[in-house]
Structure formats: C-alpha cells, structure tokens
C-alpha cells in the first residue's frame, strides 16, 4: 500500500549564478579518442576528492600526456559525458609549467563549438575560464607536450530550493505488487540501431604495430551523429614504415557481449587494398565481407546482420586509405573489467638495483648490486662449432661445464654468484648454429623454427623448449631423473644445483632491425613461450619447458624493445585463446627503456636525455599500471636502460657546461635508477658492467660502468662509483615519498623496520647546469650528514651536517647527492638505550643507534692513531682500519644487538676515549 501524491514533486529548482557545485567526473565518463597507451586522460580528474569549492590551492602531482610516440598521438583529445544537460560556469585548468595548446570544446546542436583556449603560459597556478553555457558534452584536446596541466575542475550552477505549495494526499489505492527483473542489454525497440562505442581497451593489435594504432579506425566518432555518416574523417589506420615486418594488419575488438551487427561503415579515403572484417561464431572466424576500397572519400556500406561478440579486421596493404569504421547494432558495447591497481609497496633499493652482464666479467666489479642479468647464448651450450654433422633436435646434446667449443664452467659461474649473495638471471638469447648451419652468427637472432613450420604454433619451438628444460634442470633446484638429462660425454648428469634465480626465455623479440625472420610478432613469441614455459600445458612432452623441469623456478617474459603493452596486450590474447589452463605462462613483465631524443631504442636517436626530459617515472608508471590493470601480482622489471660515454654514439651522455659524457652519464643512470624505481618497477637493470671494447664508440659501445680494451684491465668510470654510493647509502632503505618543487626533485628512503635514520637524495632535474643554493630540506633527525659521490670510493664522501630548526641547508645540483639523518628516537627505541652514557670526551658517533655504516668524528686536529668496538667483557670484537685522519668508519652490520665500548686511542696521547654505541637492528 502507498500513497498517492497529488503533486508532481516536493521541490523545484532554480539555479543562481552565484551559487556553484564542482562536477563530479568519473572514469566511465570519460573516452579517450585516441587511445593513447602512455597516458590516461582520466589524469585530468584523479585528485580533485579534496576540491569542494573554488577556493583551489593543491598542487596536483599526475597530468595527462607524454613524450612517448608523440608524433604518433598527438593532438590528444578526450570527450567528456556529462551524462545530461550542464549549466557550466567556470573551468579551472591547473597550469603546472611548459607552453601548449589546450582547446576546450562544447557540444550543440550545430556540432563542436571552441569555448576557450589556454596556451598554459603560467607556471603552477590555476587558470580560471568563465563559459557560462550549458551542454552535456565536453572535448578536450592537448595540441602538444610541451605544456603539463595536472587537473581540469569543472563547476556547474547549484540547485536552488524553492518551496511549493502544499501537497494535497488522496486516499490509499490498492497498487499491484511487479517485480522487475535486471536483464543484460535488450536490442532497441523497432528495429532501431545503436552507433557501438568503441574504446581502445577493446581493442587488441594482433601485430602490435608501433607505427599506427588501429584506434584509429574509431577515434573520431564524436563527430558522427547521423547514418548514413557525413562526416571526412582526418586519422587513420597503417603506414608505410616498416610495411614489410607487420603487414597484413590485424586487430580485433571484444564487444563485450553478443551484439546483432546491422551495418558496418568504412570512410574510404583513397587508394585501393584489402580490408576484411570478420566475426568469431562459435570459436571460428567467419569472413563478413572485404571492402576493395576502390573508391575516393566516401562511405562505403556494408550490411552485416549477424550476432557476435569478437569482430576482427585485416588490412592487407598500406596502399588503401580508410579514416574511419562505425559499427551499427541492436545493442550499445559493454567496456571490459579490469582489476583496481593496490597501493604500492616499494621493495629495499639493494633489491631492486641490478646490473647486466657477460659470464667473462669481473664478479668483483658486478658485486656492487645484488641483482645479475647474464646475457647468455644458446649456442654457448650445443655445438658451438660441430655442426657439419650434427643431428639437431631431438638427439642433440648439451654442455654446461664444459661447455662445447670455449670449454667454460658455467656450474662454477652461477654458484660464485648465489655464494656471494647475488641473484643471478640467465637470459637465454640466439638459435643454435645447427638451425642455420652458419657458424659466423649473422642468423643466431633468427627465430629458432626449421624453415617451413607454422611460427604461431608452440610445436614449431620444442627444440628451443628442451634447451630450456636442461638448462632449468641442471641450475634450479628441483631433481629430475637422470634419464631425462641430454649431456654431452665429458658433462656430469647432475641437476638441481639451485644457482640461479629464474630463467629469461629471449631478448628484445619484438626487435625490427634483424627482419622479419628475427622478429617474432606477439602472437609468435606467446607461442614460443608457452612451449617453454611447461612445453604448451604438456602437450609437447613432459622434458620440454622451464617448469617441467622445475615447477618453482622464475619465467621471465623476455626484455621487449620499450615499454610496449601493446605487444603483451596481444600475448594475453593469444594466451586465452589457446590455453586452456587460463595460465599466462610467465611470471616477471619485462621491458627494456633507452631515454633518447627519439623517444627509445627502436626511433633514429641522435642523444641520449635525462630521465626527467624523457618523463621516464612517468612511462614507468604507464607500464605499471597496465600490469596491475591486466596481470595483477605479476611483478614488472625494466632490464635495460643506459647511456653511452662516448659522444660519438646516438645513446651519448650529451656532455654540457663543466660536464664531460662520463659525468653525465653518472648523473642520469643515478638519476634513471631513482625515476625506474619511483615508478613503481620491482628491479632495474642497467645497461651494462663492462664495455667488449670501449674504442668502438657505436651504439652501447661505451655503455658499461668499467671500459675495456684488450688485452688490459677493466677500468671503472665515475659511474660506478655513483651507482655504487647509491646502493651503499641508501640500498637497505625504500622509497616513502617522491616529490617535485620546481626544477628539484626529492627521494626520501626509510628502513622496512621501525628506525630513527632517514636517508634523503636530492637533485636539480635539468641538464643546463642549475644550482638551487641555500635549499632548506627538512629533516626527520637531530643529526645529519651529506655523502658526495667520489671518484675512487664506494660508499662517497661523508661531511658532517648542522641541523637548525630541523632543517639542514644544502646546495642543490644536477648531480645528485644525499643527507643522512638520525636522532630522532621514539619512545619505545629510548627504552632500550636509555642506559647509553655521554661520552667523556668529546667525539661524534653516528648514527647511534647504528646498525651499518658508522662514522667516528674527533675534534679538528685530533688525530686517530687506533679504533677498536669491545663487548661488555671487554674483548675487541671488531678492529677498526677504516682511519682518515680525525676520522674513521666500521660496518656495524656484523654486531648482535646490544650495547658496546668505541676506544679510540689518538696520536700523541696515552689516553683512551670510551664512547658507548649501541646497535639496534
């Protein structure tokens, strides 16, 4: 029973222009017109939670855009869906530095109609736009990446109550009780027809095409409003660049569920080649029809009527010009789930640090981080040179130590890492001599297929899958039935020997300069991957792939050529399509990234560039969010990113001012590390340890941290000392905070455990020689110190730092530096010191409490003849040899818990100082 109102509501509405309320705009309501895989538009909405007013001081920390394939995206542009009719009143644009366009626009009935533009000419100020006009539809397009603009706020005119007369109640009526089910998306009434949405995350690259994205097809379908379409689209779909490696074209979209396709429209621009559509029906892909694309700017109709979910469509040639696809169905798209990314939890910077390597190089010069990347060939393990005669797959055997040809102990490489605490990862790279019969290597990056197989079918890679079950075999830690073990006669069949940390399946597969024989596209490595990873779920045998020899063992997806989740997009889809375990069959994403004035390794580089001109944290971040979007847990690693010395190579530390390619070069891998890492990767490995030889100035010919020229010694450059004083210092901290303020960037490092030591690294992220003098940082401590990377030290100079109203005052450059500081002791911690006595004299021990290095400071002129830590009992437990004049340092490491005697002895003087230090740990 209810009651019947006679009124039609309670209250009416006004609006007053003086009275306003911000727009609440969410993600669905937001469509990226051209799918831009580096930067979300919904950036421009994503931290206006605090905004409740017009009053707006926050300084917003994400923005929309990107350096990355700009030439490719831009202009950008994203429509905004107000979801009804809007009184606007005022824009607010967040102008945080840089020049560009940014073009507002609002829909009427006329079409799209320019509200404003803002050149972004200021610096970190909100700009205020006056509109004044009512509209459902907004378009926002970002004409370049010069400009950054970290938030768009959009305010409407607010209701104003106004009463009603008083509302008249009628008797009770007895209403009938209906229940109303919820139903999925009916098709609309009367055969009417419904323009499909599409948006770019339905949208898979079969051949991940670097060069054009097939959202092209459907990125100006704003402007299309009536059927037949009127409009002259301007973008689209192919390219004459490297036509030879991609094409046919091939993308497919997920509808999200079945839709009665009625019409399809294809903008035919000119030229003439193939595009075919196709519908899946009952797993299978049914031809629609192919359009010749013979005509001149036209819309070409083709009537379809058929239900499906999956619609794909092929491009044979880059001849034939199409600007545009619409999709016409008795129902709307519904857009794909996908997982909510977690808040990030940093790994301890020792873990994530990491460096690349040949087996041949110095495990001294490498132990200056914990994490190895050994690039290792195939053909190192089976008949390095006897390939007259050789069987090939499957009677082919195997040599480890010795390997065949160079007669190396690769047994005795990898346990000399694992037994110095390093974790060491094999990247398995190159097809054996014997597919080629070409001893000279010009084809060991070919992809291992026997000519005239089918390279999406697993089955064509068993031989590479069974390289990889006896490599993981012998260095994981499972045991496996000697029987299954194919060694040469002079190896032992031994397995299990659990030195290595997981197991890297290729290098770089996507790679466009080694043809198309060398390059496999998405859909052929997925395949190759999925035979190694468990030999295709068994279907190849038990003895082939990676976790039939050992279930536990990491599997690396192989180092892509950027950041390309375009390419791991189309392996995801491939996976799907053809396992049946819902497995994807690696366990790390993998991506390699070179800053350059290209924008990467695969463009024409001239230079190198700063991480901070690159926006590398910010692509890191792109490729990180994709995988907690994606493949949610899966940890991703960057495994190569460098610069070259030399300032012949197009990937050169671009020498400036005072600084030198080798100074450079310093700086920005410091400065890299620190942007990878903030991004939220989980290791970083740098490109690379040790130069083949550092008089070929080529491309990555001066990239190592140590050069070499034969037949000499590895000498190191500034390089490694500054990548080693970062991992020293800072290596058993994590990131807490990350901030930008003007040109200085602020990485601030806390322990895992509770402590009272936070270690701060600061740095002007420019390249023109900015000094920020007498920066004020605020610090967590009552103490401090500055550490300077120095040339000849690993672990950089340390200066005593004074600490005023919390605050030490420090001169800021491009390089960067660090400030340690402690003292600030909680509650619980002063419990368990609080029996620490002053010294009786006066020298400085810090940090104290300790647990690493600490550092012995006498007064000026002081001399320290002898050092040594006792116990309660008395007895020296660590001698002290690290003394540098009124100075000395010891590794507090080593040291139980517990409270200990510092004796310094000084020259000249019979006395000995006692200093309590107590370790806490």
């Known amino acids: 029973m209810k009651k019947f109102i006679a009124s039609i509501g309670l209250i009416a509405l006004a609006c007053s222009a003086h009275s306003q309320d911000r727009i609440n705009i969410t993600s669905s309501m937001v469509t990226d017109e051209k799918m831009y895989p580096y930067s979300s538009p919904n950036r421009m909405f994503d931290e206006q939670a605090s905004i409740v007013s017009e009053t707006l001081t926050s300084k917003p920390g994400t923005w929309w ?3 990355m394939e700009s030439a490719k995206y831009y202009p950008l542009s994203a429509v905004v869906d107000l979801g009804t009719e809007t009184d606007l009143t005022n824009i607010y644009v967040f102008d945080n530095n840089g020049m560009s366009n940014l073009k507002f626009y609002y829909k009427n009935t006329a079409g799209w109609q320019l509200m404003f533009t803002d050149p972004l000419s200021n610096y970190q100020t909100w700009n205020k736009h006056t509109v004044n006009l009512k509209s459902r539809y907004i378009r926002i397009v970002s004409e370049g990446i010069g400009g950054n603009f970290g938030e768009v706020v959009m305010f409407k005119a607010k209701p104003v109550i106004v009463p009603l007369p008083p509302v008249v109640v009628l008797p009770p009526v007895q209403q009938p009780t209906v229940t109303s089910p919820i139903v999925p998306a009916l098709p609309m009434p009367n055969g009417t027809e419904v323009k499909l949405s599409i948006t770019g995350d339905m949208i898979t690259d079969e051949k991940a095409f ?50 009665n396709i009625s019409n399809i429209y294809v903008y ?7 595009l075919s559509f196709y519908a899946k029906v009952n797993g299978t892909w049914e031809l629609l029809f192919t359009d010749a694309l013979t005509s001149w700017n036209t819309w070409n109709k083709h009537v379809v009527n058929k239900y499906t979910q999956f619609v794909k469509i092929v491009s044979d040639a880059p001849t034939g010009s199409f600007g545009e696809v619409v999709i016409y ?28 390597i040949l087996h041949t190089n110095s495990i001294s010069d490498a132990s200056i981080v914990k994490n190895i990347r050994e690039f290792h060939l195939w053909t190192w393990n089976e008949a390095n040179s006897d390939i007259a005669n050789y069987p090939g797959y499957p009677a082919n055997k195997y040599g480890f130590n010795p390997s065949p040809g160079n007669y190396w102990n690769f047994d005795n490489v990898y346990s000399s890492y694992k037994n110095k605490g390093m974790k060491i990862v094999p990247t398995l790279q190159g097809t054996a001599f014997w597919f080629n019969k070409a001893l000279d290597g010009s084809m060991q990056d070919n992809k291992p297929v026997v000519d005239g197989l089918n390279t999406e079918d697993p089955a064509s890679y068993v031989a590479h899958a069974d390289y990889l079950y006896q490599f993981a075999a012998r260095y994981g830690a499972k045991q496996v039935p000697t029987a299954s073990l194919k060694l040469q ?61 050992d279930p536990n063992l990491p599997f690396i997806m192989a180092g892509l050529t950027g950041m390309d989740t375009v390419y791991t997009k189309a392996m995801l889809t491939w996976f799907k399509n053809n396992r049946t375990d819902g497995v994807t069959p690696f366990n790390v994403i993998n991506y390699h990234h070179y800053s350059n004035d290209a924008g990467g390794q695969v463009g024409a580089p001239s230079f190198g560039v700063s991480p901070e001109a690159d926006m590398l944290e910010k692509k890191v971040k792109g490729a990180v969010d994709f995988n907690s979007r994606y493949l949610p847990g899966k940890p991703v690693w960057i495994t190569e990113f460098g610069f070259d010395a030399s300032q012949n190579s197009p990937q050169k530390a671009k020498a400036y001012g005072n600084f030198t390619g080798e100074d450079v070069q310093a700086m920005w891998l410091v400065r890299s590390s620190l942007a990878i890492y903030a991004g939220g990767a989980d290791k970083a490995y740098l490109f690379w340890l040790q130069d083949d030889d550092s008089r070929n100035d080529y491309l990555f010919g001066t990239c190592g941290l140590t050069s070499f020229v034969y037949p000499g010694t590895p000498q190191k450059r500034k390089a490694y000392y500054w990548l080693s004083t970062l991992n020293k210092v800072a290596g058993k901290y994590r990131l807490t905070q990350k901030t ?19 270690v701060y690294c600061i740095w002007n992220g420019t390249s023109n020689g900015t000094i920020t003098t007498g920066y004020k940082l605020n610090v967590r401590g009552s103490k401090a110190e500055i550490i300077t990377p120095q ?8 200066t005593p730092a004074t600490v005023v109203n919390g605050t030490v005052t420090i001169n800021v450059t491009e390089d960067p530096i660090y400030v340690k500081a402690y003292g600030a002791v909680s509650n619980q911690r002063t419990e368990k010191i609080e029996d620490v006595e002053k010294s009786i004299s006066n020298i400085t021990v810090y940090p104290n409490p300790g647990n690493e290095m600490t550092n012995i400071i006498t007064p000026e002129g002081q001399i320290i003849k ?31 818990n517990g409270i200990y005697n510092i004796q310094v002895s000084l020259q000249g003087s019979d006395n000995l100082i006692v200093n309590k230090f107590v370790v806490s740990k």
């Open 65 to 67: 855009g990107d350096y």
């Open 210 to 259: 670097p060069e054009s994205s097939p959202f092209k097809m459907f990125d100006e379908q704003a402007n299309i409003t009536a059927q037949p379409p009127v409009t002259q689209p301007s973008t689209s779909w192919g390219s004459y660049i490297n036509k030879d490696l991609f094409y046919p074209l091939s993308s497919v979209i997920n509808l999200g569920q079945s839709i």
């Open 268 to 274: 035919d621009g000119g030229g003439s080649s193939n």
């Open 329 to 356: 169905g008795d129902r709307n798209t519904a857009s794909p789930s996908k997982a909510i990314a977690g808040a990030k939890t940093y790994p301890v910077l020792e873990d994530f640090l990491g460096v690349n």
């Open 489 to 549: 006669q002079n190896n032992s069949p031994v397995s299990a020997l659990n030195s290595i940390e997981g197991v890297e399946n290729w290098n770089e597969p996507n790679k466009t300069w080694k043809s198309r024989k060398g390059m496999f596209s998405p859909y052929e490595y997925a395949a190759m991957t999925s035979a190694d990873y468990d030999g295709h779920q068994g279907k190849l045998g038990t003895t082939v792939g990676v976790k039939n020899a």
């Open 740 to 758: 930008v303020t003007g040109t200085t960037h602020l990485a601030q490092f806390e322990k895992p455990i509770t402590s009272d030591t936070t």
């Open 791 to 798: 040339v000849g030290s690993l672990v950089g100079k340390s």
């Open 866 to 896: 002898s050092v040594s830590i006792l116990d309660n009992n008395g007895n020296i437990v660590k001698p002290i040899i690290n003394l540098f004049g009124n100075r000395a340092s010891f590794n507090a490491e080593s040291l139980a």
